[in-house]
């Protein structure tokens, strides 16, 4: 990693939220690569990151924070070391409505911990409060299966402080 | 290494909300925790109130006394001869709280209800409202058995065992601390204040009510003492069928145990450790209680080395302990053998250094690196 940048990484599932959280704690606009989805509307989501979501953040000494968003679809997967490489961690954004969330709880940290298994790991999951099948604890009971324990919290991609609890959590496992 | 640290060992005095100040040189680890509150005294009365209020340590019964501002307290003391005074009193009595009346005309005795004169000197309004706390808290070296909740038909903890929950309960125990004993601990639990019920889920990790306005209600009074709770059965542990409001379990009793941390007893002594991170996300403004959760995780501490090393406040680290506890995570290190002294650790915010240091700092994390 350059000492004169540093690098986060939102990864997950299509519509969970990972260009919401990048906008939410840019200084500006991020890049984005929206398309409308080919397979129409999902709720009120009509567009899906196809290649990545780039923006930054200017530390308090002017060095710039990369953010980089993956796109959910399994067959970008060959993006994934490439963007990850350098990265501080990786941010896990998952959707709490989804029925499968322990799978693809699962699924996406063996995923960064197959490509590189020292990389912060965090997992955030979006829309638990309109979530009636939501269950904590088979969510954590599938990231046992694949490792160390990492943190998962519930929280809101719009917030800001929210947003930014997952990077503070990030950055205390990594010590 | 702690008299390095800012906050001198105390919680800011404007969060303890404290009138006067307890006597620093007491030993506060099995004190039992009493809110008085006081409604249409005059300044001497009141004077000797708080005098009496100090004398209360020599029972090992720590009070805050403050103002009725209407809501539940440990003991009123009021002046029946003022209007304000005796509207105080009735309300009170009503919801069963114990009051101690000046200037009342004597009457039969009543369960609850103390008189005393206005002459009174400290020493003895300090016996009457000993009396009044509950006369289990005499000639007892170490806190009371659980007593019974006020209301008779509240749920009564049995007396947990030193291994799985604080050993013993206060006499006027919040509920908060009564979801830490083995009945209701990591089980589904109805809550019910005033006609109003909440639903802990620890399965799901969520709590539920039915608008959003009752969970910001509940997660201000759980550190009261009047709830209802009732575990639910497996067949009826599910998600309630209201389509109403729901969040985070951990964040919610986080942030319930912070906004009564004046009012908790300390927690139990003893080394502990987190196996899973509780889910707070939804509870960013407690950065110490993120701090507090990732040095659980990497090995069993005590509550004293936890406030050192991640410098935080002791009431701060002992309303996470509880809440921890009370979201069914947190777990009694058994041998002392297996106790890593945090000594032996790098010190926080030592091992990070340069870029990351800077990032930490942006995001609010600057006196953890």
Redesign the interface.
């Known amino acids: 990693?350059s000492?004169h940048s540093?690098k986060l990484v939102f990864a997950g599932p299509v519509g969970a939220g990972k260009t919401t959280a990048i906008r939410t704690l840019s200084d500006s606009a991020p890049v984005s690569t929206e398309m409308p989805m080919s397979e129409g509307p999902m709720g009120d989501k009509t567009t899906t990151t196809v290649a990545l979501d780039f923006s930054s953040?200017q530390?308090?000494?002017g060095?710039p924070?990369h953010l980089y968003g993956l796109p959910g679809q399994e067959h970008f997967s060959h993006m994934r070391p490439l963007v990850m490489e350098g990265a501080?961690g990786v941010l896990v954004i998952l959707p709490g409505d989804s029925p499968r969330i322990a799978e693809e709880c699962e699924h996406w940290v063996r995923s960064v911990r197959e490509i590189n298994a020292d990389m912060g790991l965090v997992v955030?999951i979006t829309r638990?409060?309109i979530s009636?099948g939501?269950?904590?604890?088979e969510v954590?009971h599938a990231v046992r299966r694949s490792g160390q324990?990492?943190?998962?919290?519930?929280?809101?991609a719009r917030?800001r402080?929210?947003t930014?609890?997952?990077?503070?959590?990030l950055?205390?496992?990594?010590? | 290494m702690q008299t390095a640290l800012g906050w001198a060992g105390h919680c800011p005095p404007v969060l303890r909300g404290e009138p006067f100040s307890f006597p620093a040189n007491a030993d506060s680890t099995h004190m039992i925790r009493a809110d008085i509150a006081i409604a249409a005294l005059d300044e001497d009365t009141m004077q000797r109130l708080r005098i009496a209020a100090s004398l209360l340590a020599a029972y090992r019964i720590q009070a805050r006394v403050r103002d009725w501002d209407g809501t539940r307290c440990s003991v009123l003391v009021a002046d029946h001869a003022d209007a304000y005074g005796r509207q105080a009193s009735d309300i009170a009595r009503r919801r069963q709280t114990p009051v101690l009346l000046f200037n009342a005309p004597q009457h039969a005795p009543a369960p609850g209800v103390g008189y005393a004169d206005p002459a009174s000197v400290a020493s003895t309004l300090a016996a009457a409202l000993r009396e009044l706390l509950g006369d289990k808290t005499a000639d007892a070296p170490a806190p009371a058995a659980p007593q019974a909740a006020p209301q008779a038909e509240k749920a009564q903890p049995p007396a947990p065992s030193p291994a799985a929950a604080p050993e013993r309960l206060p006499a006027v125990a919040s509920t908060l601390c009564r979801l830490t004993t083995p009945e209701f601990q990591g089980r589904a639990v109805d809550a019910t204040l005033r006609g109003r019920t909440i639903h802990i889920r620890p399965a799901e990790g969520r709590i539920y009510a039915p608008s959003l306005s009752d969970l910001l209600s509940a997660r201000d009074s759980l550190g009261q003492s009047d709830w209802t709770l009732h575990a639910v059965g497996d067949h009826d542990s599910a998600r309630p069928a209201h389509d109403g409001a729901s969040r985070s379990l951990e964040a919610f009793l986080l942030q319930a145990a912070y906004h009564s941390r004046a009012h908790l007893p300390d927690f139990p002594p003893g080394h502990y450790r987190l196996s899973d991170w509780p889910d707070i996300g939804s509870a960013p403004e407690h950065i110490g209680a993120l701090k507090i959760a990732r040095a659980l995780l990497r090995g069993p501490a005590d509550a004293e080395r936890l406030g050192a090393s991640c410098e935080v406040p002791p009431c701060e680290v002992n309303a996470a302990l509880w809440a921890y506890r009370a979201a069914g995570l947190l777990e009694t290190e058994g041998g002392v053998g297996a106790f890593t002294t945090m000594e032996d650790r790098p010190p926080e915010g030592r091992r990070l250094g340069g870029l990351l240091a800077r990032i930490a700092t942006h995001f609010g994390l600057s006196r953890a690196f």
């Open positions: 990693m000492s540093a953040v530390l308090d000494d060095t924070l501080v955030g638990t409060d009636p939501f269950r904590m604890g954590r324990p990492i943190p998962i919290f519930t929280f809101d917030s402080e929210q930014s609890h997952l990077i503070r959590a950055l205390l496992s990594l010590v």
